[in-house]
């Protein structure tokens, strides 16, 4: 790789990995976690940097990358750790709005597809057909996860969030607290 490519790449990863790390938030629910994957993206992105470069739609290649590394990271049995509610000497933290609260424990609550899908389509605005390309499905089978997630969303954010849908109201409005690009 050249000099060049790395100052290249280097441009390219700085504008494109805060977007990646919301994304992965949002995906996997945890600040920490997003870190790891955004730079895992970025490692699997430098690694094949010269083969990619070239490309119009990089922040999609990387977008599906990020999915890619969140879906397999989801498959991949984790025995040795234990996850606790509460990591051990870690200060107070304010608990934010309640709303925001609530909507991220309702998307903690469906399967990493479902729930990849709902952020994909409704935070980063992405069309159906985008979304089964960066899925790897037919747009029919996004329709049908999306309705399914969101029905799901629904019943457990109860009647008082989900009105008057959340399928109509915009990312900024509904997660607040995470600024939006």
């Known amino acids: 790789m050249t000099p060049a490519d790395r100052d290249e790449f280097a441009s390219f990863a700085a504008a494109v990995a805060p977007r990646l790390r919301r994304t992965g938030y949002l995906m996997c629910g945890n600040w920490h976690t997003a870190e790891d994957l955004t730079q895992t993206t970025l490692a699997k992105l430098f690694a094949s940097w010269g083969r990619i470069s070239r490309h119009d739609s990089l922040g999609a290649y990387a ?4 999915l890619n590394t969140y879906l397999a990271e989801k498959r991949r049995r984790r025995s040795s750790e234990v996850l606790t509610a509460e ?6 933290q304010d608990a934010g709005p309640e709303q925001r609260l609530d909507i991220m424990a309702a998307l903690a609550g469906l399967p990493p597809r479902a729930r990849a ?3 994909l389509r409704y935070w980063s605005d992405q069309s159906i057909e985008q979304v089964a390309d960066l899925m790897g499905c037919s747009p029919g089978n996004v329709k ?12 457990l954010l109860g009647e008082e969030l989900a009105e008057p849908g959340l399928s109509t109201v915009k990312p900024s409005e509904t997660i607040t607290g995470i600024s939006h690009e």
């Open 63 to 66: 977008t599906r990358t990020l």
């Open 87 to 92: 990591l051990p000497d870690r200060p107070a």
């Open 117 to 119: 899908i709902v952020v």
């Open 144 to 155: 049908s996860q999306s309705a399914r997630a969101l029905q799901r969303l629904r019943l």
